[in-house]
């Protein structure tokens, strides 16, 4: 590299002239190469990023499972379990006219309604006039320990509760 130096107008400014000069020129040399690491760190990262393949947890691959004592409720752990100390999603399906009697979880639970209408009520007895309906697309937060009862009441639906685990469902009175 042809390096060219600086024209003095005098001798007695040489000395920092040249000073000047080589810090000028140290200093560029660091941005240079700085700018270089930062740019080869940056484009690293993008051929990262492209490696990494959305991978979708399908309906199909769900392990539907119905509790013994209920008819028309099936349940299926899309993330997480119940006895893990992490986020988990639990998609639940209800046939026309099932009813999760009132029952609490040790967590707060956000349930989201994906099709069909669910009506809901808190307390520790069911009571058809105390219900809510949830329709599709709709969120409704249960509380933790609040006891609180889900119904199809009007066909099939299919909804989803999201929370932090460990949880688990204690019934008020066993069905």
Known sequence: M????PAFCCPRHAEAITSIYTFVRRKTRRYFF???????NIFSGFAIAESIVPEPILPGSLHWESPPTMSGIQGAWVLGAEQLPELYILRVKLSSGAIIPPHTHPDERNT??????IYVGFG???DESKVVA????AVYIAPA???H???????????QEAGTGPTRTLFVELP
């Open 34 to 40: 700085a700018t270089i690491l930062l740019a080869i």
């Open 112 to 117: 989201t309604v994906l099709t069909g209408t």
């Open 124 to 126: 520790e007895k069911f």
């Open 134 to 137: 949830v329709p599709a697309g």
């Open 2 to 5: 042809n390096e060219t130096k």
């Open 145 to 147: 320990n609040v006891p």
């Open 149 to 159: 009862y889900v119904w199809a009441k009007e066909g099939d639906a299919i909804y």
